[in-house]
């Protein structure tokens, strides 16, 4: 989709690449690096100061205690963390539960590893998306190994309710799960913090009664200064299970990112200042897309974090979002992503389509007066 959109003329948005900048010390910090000579291979496990100031960053935000030398681990982006952990923790023939729509990724690491990727259904009630908890219930099997909860969740920028979590818990604990919780959109819950509003709060599954000592948290850098190019991400847990990802890590990446390392480590100190005005701006394009959405026609969902929107495109005669997709760079010159990629389950709807907003305020406007019009034009 993103060729499409070079080849049309197209406004791109489709892939979650932001463009909405960097804190500027961040980046001097890195180039200083660089120029320093900071570019030979870091410690396996992460600079030393890379894991206190996650250590850290997880005291502070979530009053949850890692040790730095054992219980935290630098990884190439929250993908390899995300695919050491399933790699580590399953054998052939497991199975892993993930809410289905999902990342694409988990369904590939699972192979990976030679288990199955089992969807749970998410469902639709009015404009959100919400747990079905019988559902999850019934996915359980004997073979189940290990949940994957994302939350905040892409693609349908979803924060789970303390309800949800508690249920997800529950269950976890009773069949003695292991949960692999991506929460690389953590600082980017709309409302959270900072008198912006009542809205939605993340919480992390590690915090509940029981949970610590089976959750591995996974999170980056990247969608939090706006630095997906740097592939920087970490994983925290109980010494054991870090030590399974980093087992696997050693015969991928074995380490990455020497000169991001310690300049990453003194942004974390303060993200809350960055991610405060981080979160205004997404929330001010999330706003500015979804309303155009609406006068097009279209009928968007409730997204309360992260860069992406759902959209049901039925309104415009279509059901089929691969379709939609294909054609809408024409009629509209715009590009989103049909959500039928991300779903794992067959038979899931396919008139869903995903647009992100992590864009530039001037390309979420432009793109919203293209839609408009297109829908003015009448059905082609």
Same mark, same amino acid.
């Given at each position: 989709?993103?060729?499409?959109? /070079? ?6 948005? =489709? ?30 496990? #992460? ?28 990884? $190439? +982006?929250? $993908? ?27 369904? @590939? !690491? @699972? ?50 309710? %303390? ?30 913090? #900072?008198?912006?509003?009542? #809205? ?8 509940? %009664? ?17 630095? $997906? ?13 870090? &030590?399974?990802?980093? =087992?696997?890590?050693?015969?991928? $990446?074995?380490?990455?990112? @020497? ?7 003194? @942004?974390? +100190?303060?993200?809350?200042?960055? &991610? ?23 009928? %968007?969902?409730?997204?309360? &974090?992260?860069?992406? !929107? ?15 997709? /294909? ?13 039928? &990629? ?27 007066? /293209? ?6 034009? #009448?059905?082609?």
């Amino acid at each position: 989709m993103t060729e499409l959109a /070079r080849s049309t003329g197209a406004v791109n948005l =489709g892939q979650g690449v932001p463009e909405l900048g960097s804190p500027r010390a961040l980046l001097e910090d890195v180039a200083a690096a660089v120029l320093a000579g900071a570019n030979q291979y870091p410690p396996a496990h #992460g600079t030393p100061a890379l894991r206190e100031a996650v250590a850290a960053h997880q005291r502070r935000r979530y009053g949850l205690e890692y040790d730095p030398l054992g219980e935290v681990l630098v990884t $190439t +982006g929250a $993908t390899e963390a995300l695919a050491g952990a399933l790699l580590g923790l399953c054998d052939p023939g497991d199975e892993v539960l993930a809410f289905d729509p999902c990342y694409d990724a988990y369904a @590939a !690491v @699972a192979r990976f590893a030679g288990a199955k990727l089992v969807p749970v259904s998410l469902v639709t009630e009015g404009d959100a998306f919400v747990l079905d908890v019988d559902a999850l219930r019934a996915a359980v099997t004997p073979r189940t190994r290990v949940l994957v909860l994302n939350t905040p969740h892409n693609p349908t920028g979803k924060v789970f309710t %303390p309800a949800e979590l508690a249920a997800v818990a529950e269950v976890c604990r009773e069949h003695g799960l292991t949960v692999v919780t991506d929460e690389v959109y953590e600082h980017l819950v709309f409302g959270e913090g #900072g008198g912006e509003g009542d #809205g939605p709060v993340h919480r992390t599954i590690a915090t509940l %009664p029981g949970m610590r000592e089976r959750t591995l948290t996974v999170s980056s850098a990247g969608k939090t200064f706006g630095v $997906t190019g740097w592939k920087v991400g970490w994983v925290c847990g109980p010494a054991p299970l870090v &030590a399974a990802v980093a =087992g696997v890590k050693q015969f991928l $990446t074995y380490t990455s990112g @020497a000169p991001f390392q310690d300049a990453l480590a003194r @942004a974390l +100190g303060g993200v809350e200042e960055w &991610a405060a005005e981080l979160r205004r701006t997404l929330g001010r394009n999330r706003d500015l897309l979804s309303d155009g959405l609406t006068r097009a026609g279209l009928r %968007p969902y409730r997204a309360d &974090a992260g860069y992406f !929107v759902q959209v049901d495109i039925r309104a415009w005669g279509h059901e089929d979002g691969v379709r939609f997709c /294909r054609e809408l760079p024409l009629r509209a010159g715009v590009v989103a992503i049909p959500t039928s &990629a991300f779903f794992v389950r067959p038979g899931a709807p396919s008139h869903l389509v995903r647009f992100s907003f992590c864009k530039r305020e001037e390309a979420v406007l432009d793109a919203v007066e /293209r839609l408009e019009r297109a829908a003015s034009a #009448g059905p082609r």
